[in-house]
């Protein structure tokens, strides 16, 4: 527990540092859906779909897809394992040279706990990112020369609290909010193992156990790999989990 107090406490305070003359602000908008489909008492398939949009919606930030195994254990837990497609487009003020395509393993687990109105969330993810080493050759045509590898480890502590009633229950209106730190290990981690945090505050609706909509902030501040470069982005986020039960 004291280590994932420190964790927390480094990455809000990368949240509101402000150490670097090249930092820029931008505003973006991420639309989303999540998944998990129950196919019998131990496993379910994730699925999930995030469109990211920066100028707020004028143009593509980023295509992110996610697919996964859920294995359902005792005591409210859960571990995945699954595959991202995720395609990155230059963007901002400090932008990539070109759209990018990056392919990611990833392996999860969940431990959901409540107190009274608090239900908590806690959700420890690792990657191993595989990310095409792209660039524009003279013609301004893409060229890609293989891929690097990169891993990172993600801890997101997530608080859910109902507003209109005393339970997280069917058509209850609720509070979110969530701070998660990106900490970048192994080989190619050179200026930074900051890689970003986000901090999210929303309002939601739960229709059911299966079927919720959130609206929300998030501020994500990127620390860039040369170590110089920061994005503080401010990001509308608009959620839909729909699950579906096949037992």
Do not use: C
């Not at 929303?202 to 902030?217: C, I, P």
């Amino acid at each position: 527990m004291k280590n994932i107090f420190l964790i927390l406490i480094i990455g809000l305070g990368f949240q509101m540092s402000n150490v670097s003359a090249q930092t820029v602000t931008q505003t973006d908008s991420w639309w989303m859906y999540f998944g998990n489909h129950r196919i019998n008492e131990k496993l379910g398939l994730h699925t999930e779909y995030q469109f990211r949009r920066s100028d707020f919606a004028t143009n593509w930030q980023q295509s992110l897809m996610r697919v996964g195994l859920d294995y359902y254990l005792p005591n409210k837990t859960m571990a995945t394992v699954g595959y991202g497609w995720i395609v990155s487009f230059p963007y901002g003020e400090q932008p990539i040279a070109v759209a990018t395509t990056e392919h990611r393993i990833w392996q999860q687990f969940v431990l959901n706990q409540n107190i009274g109105r608090f239900y908590f969330n806690h959700r420890y993810r690792l990657e191993q990112r595989f990310i095409e080493k792209a660039s524009l050759d003279t013609n301004g045509e893409k060229q890609v020369d293989g891929f690097k590898f990169r891993q990172r480890a993600r801890y997101r502590f997530l608080v859910t609290v109902p507003i209109t009633k005393k339970t997280l229950e069917d058509n209850t209106l609720f509070f979110a909010a969530y701070d998660e730190p990106f900490l970048g290990f192994g080989k190619g981690i050179s200026t930074n193992f900051l890689d970003q945090n986000r901090l999210y505050f929303a309002l939601g609706w739960r229709f059911d156990k299966d079927f919720n909509v959130q609206l929300g902030y998030l501020s994500q501040r990127v620390m860039k790999s040369d170590g110089v470069k920061i994005e503080n982005n401010n990001t509308m986020q608009l959620g839909l989990t729909y699950n579906l039960d096949f037992r």
